[in-house]
């Protein structure tokens, strides 16, 4: 076959290809219409390919191969066309919340309770007592209360979303005094000062990056003051020839000038993480105890929950908050208070949390038992990979991440994979070989560091899987 003309002619018709053994099933379990823009769409790739002049499409085609090879792999596109792009993945490159990564795995409880609410209709805004239209952060507001000591919450999509309404609600065009050191920006765009303009408030910073004292935020509150704020700075922290003001300090300041002192969390930990071998982090109720109006906390980073933000403390500033028009704008659906009101619960029985909750189980993970299962995988991976790679187990430093205690490493074991490459062509080994695991049925995540190719084991769910996977790689 030597001209185009033919290799045009001989392309199938649109309908001869549906009617194929090869897609009637597909045009059966996913619709005619579907498969027949997939079916267009390749012969026109073919034609433009003929056109181009591409031999191999013409050999085929007087071979007699094409239309098989044509079918078949317009049925791979028709599955690749709808399967999802969000999938799982095998989180080793020991950040434990990574926001990249969607943070924290749900404990089955929230997973039921998501089900439940999903796929029926439910009172989410309907008082079953009176009959009478409800409030959505009933259904969570009493438990939230119980475990954190404060007198109201209410909940919206994320710790931004509850910052945000915050300022806006108690800082409409008013100022808010807050420290330098704590102008933080938490990535993916959600810095301070910036949320403060969004939330058309004023920003009054205070101090220097180093160091802040009572007398700056005194000498700050003026006339237009509303808000001292306190930010916790998730994501580094200030060493050194340093000062900050304490939360007691704020808050009794904040009470004689009649301001509110408002506390953002950022991770935000209901419980205390000493019990679990990991360094204090400021938990909700103590931020409460030491005087803060209103604090504002995460729902996936360190609780382990979905994701939200929740916005605990007085009454009347609830009140107020809740009121906001832009409440409306940020709140919460049934899922997601489904799935939070299952992990709040599941904080009532302190002594099972590592048990229950997916994300403080990997935090709590004793460096013994990470050993022991590297220990277990790594002849496998010898196995699998010596032709290309020295796998050795190394010890390594797990971080919480999402910026909660950015300083402080969980101990943990990886397994570290260095190409056997000549030299000069190491960084390409090592780029393929991350490539070759992303590219597996459940893509694998590890960090890359100094030559190696590191997979911290703290955050393996299922060693069989992870295993079986290995036979896939090229
Ligand atoms: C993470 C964080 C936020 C943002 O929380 P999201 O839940 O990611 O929206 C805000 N403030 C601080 C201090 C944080 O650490």
């Not at 823009?37 to 007699?64: F, M, N, P, Y």
């Not at 807050?178 to 920003?203: H, T």
């Not at 022991?372 to 190394?394: C, H």
């Amino acid at each position: 076959m030597n001209s185009h003309k033919e290799a045009f002619k001989a392309l199938p018709s649109v309908d001869k290809a549906l009617k194929s053994q090869y897609l009637k099933s597909l045009v059966k379990d996913y619709g005619h219409e579907a498969v027949k823009q997939v079916v267009r769409a390749r012969l026109e790739l073919a034609r433009t390919s003929i056109a181009e002049g591409d031999k191999g499409i013409s050999q085929s085609i007087s071979r007699g191969d094409f239309f098989v090879d044509f079918c078949n792999e317009t049925a791979l596109a028709v599955l690749a066309s709808f399967s999802g792009t969000l999938v799982p993945v095998i989180n080793l490159t020991g950040t434990v919340v990574h926001t990249n990564l969607g943070r924290a795995r749900l404990p089955m409880e929230s997973v039921a309770a998501i089900r439940k609410v999903a796929t029926q209709t439910t009172n989410l805004e309907f008082d079953l007592a009176t009959g009478k239209r409800g409030d959505r952060d009933s259904h969570i507001e009493k438990s939230v209360c119980e475990i954190t000591g404060a007198e109201a919450a209410t909940i919206v999509n994320n710790n931004a979303a509850a910052v945000l309404l915050v300022l806006n609600t108690l800082a409409l065009n008013k100022e808010v005094v807050i420290s330098r050191g704590e102008l933080v920006e938490i990535g993916g765009a959600f810095r301070i000062p910036d949320v403060m303009a969004s939330a058309n408030c004023k920003l009054k910073e205070v101090g220097t990056t180093n160091r802040t004292h009572l007398r700056d935020y005194q000498a700050a509150i003026g006339s237009d003051t509303a808000i001292l704020m306190k930010v916790h700075t998730s994501n580094y922290e200030i060493r050194g020839f340093t000062n900050s003001v304490s939360e007691e300090s704020l808050s009794q300041l904040s009470k004689e000038k009649e301001l509110c002192f408002v506390s953002d969390l950022g991770s935000g930990t209901l419980v205390d993480l000493s019990q679990f071998g990991l360094p204090h982090e400021p938990t909700v109720t103590e931020t409460l105890d030491f005087g803060a109006d209103v604090v504002t906390f995460s729902g996936d980073k360190l609780l382990g929950g979905p994701q939200a933000g929740i916005i605990v403390g007085k009454k009347e500033l609830i009140q107020k908050i809740k009121s906001n028009p832009l409440k409306r704008a940020l709140r919460v659906d049934k899922i997601t208070l489904a799935a939070l009101a299952e992990v709040i619960n599941l904080y009532r029985d302190p002594h099972r949390l590592t048990k229950r909750i997916p994300l403080l189980a990997d935090l709590a993970r004793p460096v013994s038992e990470i050993n022991l299962l590297a220990e277990r995988v790594l002849p496998t991976f010898q196995d699998k990979l010596s032709a290309r790679v020295a796998v050795t187990i190394e010890d390594c430093k797990s971080q919480i991440g999402s910026g909660a205690l950015p300083l402080d490493l969980l101990a943990s074991k990886a397994l570290v994979l260095k190409p056997l490459a000549e030299k000069g062509k190491s960084d390409a080994a090592l780029q393929k070989l991350a490539r070759d695991f992303r590219r597996l049925p459940i893509p694998v995540l590890g960090r890359i560091n100094d030559g190696r190719l590191v997979f911290d084991l703290r955050c393996l769910e299922d060693e069989s899987q992870f295993l079986s996977q290995l036979s896939d790689l090229p």
